[in-house]
Structures are given as structure tokens and as C-alpha cells.
Nanobody, 120 residues
Framework: QVQLVESGGGLVQPGGSLRLSCAAS????????MRWYRQAPGKEREMVAS???????DYTDSVKGRFTISRHNTNNTVYLQMNSLKPEDTAVYYC??????????????WGQGTQVTVSS
């Protein structure tokens, strides 16, 4: 079993900042990519940012220059620093990790989601 636990969501005014955290634990041999997705009401889930095991960060165009993804490999944690937040960033944010277990199986694991609301 692998667990991803997210934290850091909440209500913030436009232009404000939030920092999301996601900690992975359990049957983990290694993690390749860690990603943040989001899903707004009535919309499909979209990938916001990803961080590969090799240190490469990628972002969807709408958050470039405002969001920063980082990763702490020692404790299998990924962060998403969100600055200059806009109402259109309002969504449930999900953490995703591509995990290889000690028995050699690879699987995609998901957190439970954390709500981010940007509103005045």
C-alpha cells in the first residue's frame, strides 16, 4: 500500500499565495515522476506541474511564472508553491506519483485532493 497525503489548500484572495505539500509513504522502492493535477467544477482534470526523478520541472502554460514545483527525494515529498493566484486557479488539487514498490510493480498513486479557492 502507498499513501499520498496532501495539505496546504484553503481560501485565498486573488493575488495571494498558497503552498501545497504531498507526502508519499508505504511500500515505496522508488518514485519516478511526481505531479500535481487539478480539477475545477465541470471541467476535466488537468496536469498543472510535474517533477521528474532527474530534476526536470514542467508546467502547464496557464501557471508558468506563477507556480513552482519542488521535490524532496529523501522523504518522498513534493511541493507546489502557488503565487499570484487567480480565481481561475480555483479547483481541487491532486498529487500523483509514479511509484515502484519493493515487489517491482509500478503504479500510479493519487492523493485524496485538497481544495484551493481563490476569491475576494
Amino acid at each position: 500500500q502507498v499513501q499520498l497525503v496532501e495539505s496546504g489548500g484553503g481560501l485565498v484572495q486573488p493575488g495571494g499565495s498558497l503552498r501545497l505539500s504531498c507526502a508519499a509513504s508505504g511500500n515505496i522502492f522508488s518514485i519516478s515522476a511526481m505531479r500535481w493535477y487539478r480539477q475545477a467544477p465541470g471541467k476535466e482534470r488537468e496536469m498543472v506541474a510535474s517533477f521528474s526523478s532527474g530534476g526536470r520541472a514542467d508546467y502547464t502554460d496557464s501557471v508558468k511564472g506563477r507556480f513552482t514545483i519542488s521535490r524532496h527525494n529523501t522523504n518522498n515529498t513534493v511541493y507546489l508553491q502557488m503565487n499570484s493566484l487567480k480565481p481561475e486557479d480555483t479547483a481541487v488539487y491532486y498529487c500523483n506519483a509514479r511509484v515502484r514498490s519493493w515487489n517491482g510493480f509500478d503504479r500510479d498513486c493519487w492523493g485524496q485532493g485538497t481544495q484551493v479557492t481563490v476569491s475576494s
